[in-house]
């Protein structure tokens, strides 16, 4: 008889203190893992090779290593002196109106994994019923979390934990929690485990050009502490982040960590540099002449009163019409900037991304803006930084342009990007998918990055005023009709107007979906014209006249193809009338257009 044979032999069923049925003793080559420790026999946790001889209850399928049970001291006392109970996760025990009761109340975790829940696979924790304490499998296995915990960064005194679970405001995030906390009894305090371990010091967010730091006690101040990213009160009595140049910036412990606002980087003890970044220009003579770092061949000059009804004429960097604006114009050739484009920072810190943005010209590339989902060949702000390499972070100008807080004339509030969730946009009645503008004094308007840059005037070929985006029926009575296509215009969405005239117009028809591209050739086989002839061509897809103020022609003289636009077009191409058209038609979607 072998050794473990023998003591397999010798070992009676037992009744343990940590599971309420009794467990038989086995002898299993081919166990595959314990329920605890969820290794399998050759498991190295315990730095040797755990013994092939389980404990394992019939009744609820509990199987333990012989070593995970003396390991963990489960026939003793644990951290609250009581000795836990072992149970299998039924999902609905004790009370499936209680979240609490689901997860472990020392790292909130579930007590069940997604995959098993998904798969319905059995899962065990241990619970303290005298305490009405939860321990999942990874506290468990780490012997519970510790009893004292002293970060001399975070508090100069030792922080105890509390084995009662008790309803308390967090000292260092302000959120009420009814868990574990550690306590300092000289101070007063009550903190969450991970608030005091994880919690950084010193951090730089993209709301504030200062770093920030954190304290347990944010202290009264001039008036009521004001989030810098959810915009709510803060309460002083606990703790958050402050900027020490700002003596009324402050931010929630919880806000300033986001994955959204904070790079992730921990700035205590590293010294603060000045970073110094390169004028978009350089000035070259005393009439203010320039040479703009996206046109170092040619000079610019600055036309106060440059007014055009050119349609080509258009600011290469926000790719819209001049519109009576300043702007530097090249001594050259046609190019041409606004003033405030040409100002435009190299660098900038942007509530859109965590990492700064660098200012570059796309040349005749086509970059899809992350912000409004349109694709644009204007100048981008992009992230360089190497964790964003794999996932392009680029935004157009407007969108860059967008900044805290943001006023609209159509509403009168200001609006910020506090990171909620909302369902509609106020403007485009479309779902917002990600990071909206919401208006702290009203709870439900918010707008969508697109329609908060859309431009505020514009000239189109059916008015010979400027149009103005407008909202409501206003003074007018009965239906509001488009001019441009001949259907009703909805008054609770943007819309374009003229004052004097009293137009509605779609905000699509007045703009089309080539509004933000240059005018010229995007791809190899189609170039962007203005649409603004005597004659109107005939689009090829739906067949109709093209309404929109740009238009898409083939460069290919023998096939005369016209496209009025790339998404708006009312009528999907037909395969069966021309295959090689219906092959330029879906290479147009993507503007990248191969010879067939």
């Known amino acids: 008889m072998t050794p473990d044979d023998f003591q397999l032999a010798t070992m009676p069923k037992l009744t343990v203190p940590f599971h309420d049925h009794p467990m038989s003793s086995s002898y299993c080559i081919f166990l595959e893992s314990c329920s605890l420790c969820s290794f399998s026999k050759n498991s190295s946790w315990l730095r040797r090779s755990v013994t092939c001889i389980s404990y394992e209850c019939t009744d609820c399928g509990l199987t333990l290593h012989k070593e995970c049970v003396d390991h963990l001291f489960l026939n003793r006392p644990f951290l609250c002196n009581h000795v836990l109970k072992i149970y299998r996760n039924t999902f609905a025990w004790p009370d499936p109106d209680r979240k609490d009761d689901l997860s472990c109340h020392f790292c909130r975790r579930k007590l069940t994994s997604f995959f098993a829940r998904l798969r319905n696979l059995p899962s065990f924790f241990a619970r303290c019923t005298i305490c009405n304490i939860n321990v999942d499998k990874k506290c468990l296995m780490a012997l519970g979390p510790p009893l004292a915990i002293f970060e001399p960064k975070h508090h100069e005194h030792s922080l105890t934990l509390l084995l009662r679970l008790v309803t308390f405001t967090c000292n260092a995030c302000g959120v009420v929690d009814d868990r574990n906390p550690y306590v300092c009894l000289e101070c007063n305090l009550m903190v969450h485990k991970e608030c005091?371990?994880?919690l950084p010091r010193v951090i730089s967010i993209n709301r504030h050009d200062h770093r920030i730091s954190h304290t347990f006690h944010l202290g009264q101040g001039e008036g009521d502490w004001e989030c810098g990213v959810c915009r709510k009160t803060i309460n002083w009595v606990y703790g958050g982040y402050k900027c020490s140049r700002c003596p009324s910036y402050a931010v929630h412990s919880r806000c300033a960590t986001r994955y959204e606002v904070w790079d992730g980087l921990e700035l205590e003890d590293v010294p603060e540099e000045e970073e110094e970044i390169e004028?978009?220009?350089?000035?070259?003579?005393?009439k203010g002449d320039i040479i703009h770092f996206s046109h170092e061949e040619h000079v610019l000059r600055l036309d106060e009163i440059y007014v055009t009804d050119d349609a080509n004429m258009?600011?290469?960097?926000?790719?819209?019409?001049?519109?009576?604006?300043?702007?530097?114009?090249?001594?050259?050739?046609?190019?041409?900037?606004?003033?405030?484009?040409?100002?435009?920072?190299?660098?900038?810190?942007?509530?859109?991304?965590?990492?700064?943005?660098?200012?570059?010209?796309?040349g005749n590339r086509f970059l899809r803006c992350k912000a409004c989902d349109i694709k644009t060949n204007g100048f981008i702000y992009e992230c360089l930084h190497e964790g964003c390499k794999s996932i392009s972070f680029t935004y157009d100008v407007r969108c860059s342009s967008v900044s805290e807080p943001f006023h609209h004339d159509l509403h009168q509030h200001p609006l910020y990007f506090t990171l909620e969730k909302t369902n509609k946009c106020h403007a485009c009645k479309r779902k917002i998918d990600w990071n909206p503008l919401n208006c702290t004094v009203c709870d439900d308007y918010s707008l969508c990055t697109r329609c908060a840059a859309l431009p505020r005037k514009v000239k189109h070929r059916c008015?010979?005023?400027?149009?103005?985006?407008?909202?409501?029926?206003?003074?007018?009575?009965?239906?509001?009709?488009?001019?441009?296509?001949?259907?009703?215009?909805?008054?609770?969405?943007?819309?374009?107007?003229?004052?004097?005239?009293?137009?509605?117009?779609?905000?699509?028809?007045?703009?089309?979906?080539c509004y933000y591209t240059k005018v010229g050739c995007p791809g190899p086989r189609m170039e962007v014209h203005p649409n603004n002839g005597a004659t109107r061509p005939i689009c090829t897809k739906c067949e109709l006249r093209c309404k929109f103020p740009f238009f898409i022609k083939g460069t290919e003289e023998d096939l005369g193809i016209w496209y009025c636009s790339k998404d708006l077009c009312p009528k999907e191409f037909n395969f069966a009338v021309s295959p090689y058209r219906f092959a330029l038609d879906i290479g147009l979607r993507d503007w990248d257009l191969r010879v067939f």
């Open 196 to 198: 005091v371990q994880n």
């Open 279 to 286: 004028d978009p220009f350089k000035v070259i003579n005393e």
């Open 314 to 362: 258009r600011c290469r960097c926000c790719v819209l019409a001049i519109n009576g604006d300043p702007c530097y114009r090249c001594v050259e050739c046609d190019f041409i900037l606004h003033k405030a484009c040409a100002n435009l920072p190299r660098k900038m810190r942007h509530l859109l991304h965590k990492h700064k943005l660098t200012l570059s010209s796309t």
């Open 463 to 513: 008015d010979d005023h400027y149009l103005s985006l407008c909202q409501g029926v206003g003074s007018a009575s009965g239906d509001l009709w488009c001019d441009i296509c001949e259907t009703k215009t909805d008054p609770s969405v943007f819309y374009y107007t003229c004052d004097d005239c009293g137009l509605s117009l779609h905000i699509d028809c007045v703009l089309g979906d």
